[in-house]
T-cell receptor, first 113, second 110 residues
Framework: NAGVTQTPKFQVLKTGQSMTLQCAQDMNHEYMSWYRQDPGMGLRLIHYSVGAGITDQGEVPNGYNVSRSTTEDFPLRLLSAAPSQTSVYFC????????????FGAGTRLSVL | QQQVKQSPQSLIVQKGGISIINCAYENTAFDYFPWYQQFPGKGPALLIAIRPDVSEKKEGRFTISFNKSAKQFSLHIMDSQPGDSATYFCAGTSGSRLTFGEGTQLTVNP
């Protein structure tokens, strides 16, 4: 009964470091997405994928890369971390684009010093 | 530019009272309007949703009212309980993209 699993739960980086946030889902969902949550700004879409091999940019894509080699996994890469990327990151998946009911992971809290 | 505006930012209600959260949207291409509930340390979870051809949807104590001409919709929580204390997000969907409002932190006092 895993659903959407995100790792790690917490991470501290120094400015300029790179890292990958992992996201995996076991529901065979085609649609996956990454959001960042900042106080007073809701959740903002970073990147999304409508299926393996297909990705697209969301509202705030700069500084992030994604790839979708399998249906299950959708990692988010920070190429050179900046303090502005300090946030809580959520991965979500959805089976039905018409309803777009998204299932969220528990989040990764990232601090960039 | 926030396409979905949500108010209030925070809300305190007494147990048994009615909680009302309002949202306004700009994008007329939105075709589905969900509300998500988020508890501290957790990811958001779908609470209730409505399509724009329906003016009201009720599920238990939770009701969405939708006004298409005004491009506004609201969440009403009847008989609010301390367990309802959480952050609530309204959203609009267009195709494969989901746009969230800023969120409302609801506190229900015992």
């Amino acid at each position: 009964n895993a659903g959407v699993t995100q790792t790690p739960k917490f991470q501290v980086l120094k400015t300029g470091q790179s890292m990958t946030l992992q996201c995996a889902q076991d529901m065979n969902h085609e649609y996956m997405s990454w959001y960042r949550q900042d106080p007073g700004m809701g959740l903002r879409l970073i990147h999304y994928s409508v299926g393996a091999g297909i990705t697209d940019q969301g509202e705030v894509p700069n500084g992030y890369n994604v790839s979708r080699s399998t249906t299950e996994d959708f990692p988010l890469r920070l190429l050179s971390a900046a303090p502005s990327q300090t946030s809580v990151y959520f991965c979500a998946s959805s089976a039905n684009l018409a309803k777009n009911i998204q299932y969220f992971g528990a989040g990764t809290r990232l601090s960039v010093l | 530019q926030q396409q979905v505006k949500q108010s209030p930012q925070s809300l305190i209600v007494q147990k048994g009272g009615i909680s009302i959260i309002n949202c306004a949207y700009e994008n007329t291409a939105f075709d589905y309007f969900p509300w998500y509930q988020q508890f501290p340390g957790k990811g958001p979870a779908l609470l209730i949703a409505i399509r724009p051809d329906v003016s009201e949807k009720k599920e238990g104590r939770f009701t969405i009212s939708f006004n298409k001409s005004a491009k506004q919709f609201s969440l009403h929580i009847m008989d609010s309980q301390p367990g309802d204390s959480a952050t609530y997000f309204c959203a609009g969907t267009s195709g494969s993209r989901l746009t969230f409002g800023e969120g409302t932190q609801l506190t229900v006092n015992p």
